[in-house]
């Protein structure tokens, strides 16, 4: 079975930590995403990537980076958490222009 | 005013009804898909539509291009198609833009 696994759950980090969020897909996709899910905002794209090595801004960019130094694992860095980052993280790969998008189960991220 | 509209926001309906949940947008996009989320975050892709209609078990998905609209159908609904459902549309690069989603409900 193909997928998208998210290396926690659930997580609790303090103001101004920096914290790592993982995503490894085991589907060869070019295409890998992050997404911030918000009551009352829904999903929105944070950062993604093509390939490896590459990646671009999403909608909401500021207070995040990205690192994808393999092509099955891309790594949403948080610099310096804040409580406002506290949310659901979702991550998604794809092949590119074609059916198969898959997400991972999600990380509920808390920051106090 | 959101590029991808949903709705309704919230659906309650009895089991064995027919449920429809609408999506319209306003950009031009490469494909849509429709996506069920359950309680507890996790997201399955239900379908992935560029045209047509399409169809796997209770659930259909219709596109129209020309009128920028999307419909998902369930037949005989069941408790546990209880979730949220959410519409997304595939614009450059196969970024997705989402619908705020539709919370169903079946009651048994």
């Known amino acids: 079975d193909v997928k998208v696994t998210q290396s926690s759950r659930y997580l609790v980090k303090r103001t101004g930590e920096k914290v790592f969020l993982e995503c490894v897909q085991d589907m060869d996709h070019e295409n890998m995403f992050w997404y911030r899910q918000d009551p009352g905002l829904g999903l929105r794209l944070i950062y993604f990537?093509?390939?490896?090595?590459?990646?671009e801004k999403g909608d909401i960019p500021e207070g995040y980076s990205v690192s994808r130094e393999k092509k099955e694992r891309f790594s949403l860095i948080l610099e310096s958490a804040s409580t406002n980052q506290t949310s659901m993280y979702l991550c998604?790969?794809?092949?590119?222009?074609?059916?198969?998008?898959?997400f991972g189960s999600g990380t509920r991220l808390t920051v106090v | 005013k959101n590029e991808v509209e949903q709705s309704p926001q919230n659906l309650t309906a009895q089991e064995g009804e027919f449920i429809t949940i609408n999506c319209s947008y306003s950009v031009g996009i490469s494909a849509l898909h429709w996506l069920q989320q359950h309680p507890g975050g996790g997201i399955v892709s239900l379908f992935m539509?560029?045209?047509g209609k399409k169809k796997h078990g209770r659930l259909i998905a219709t596109i129209n291009i020309q009128e920028k609209h999307s419909s998902l159908h369930i037949t005989a609904s069941h408790p546990r198609d209880s979730a949220v459902y959410i519409c997304a549309v595939m614009r450059s690069g196969s970024r997705l833009t989402f619908g705020e989603g539709t919370q169903l409900t079946v009651n048994p």
């Open positions: 998604a790969s794809s092949p590119p222009y074609r059916d198969g998008y898959t």
């Open positions: 990537s093509y390939d490896v090595k590459m990646k």
């Open positions: 539509l560029s045209s």
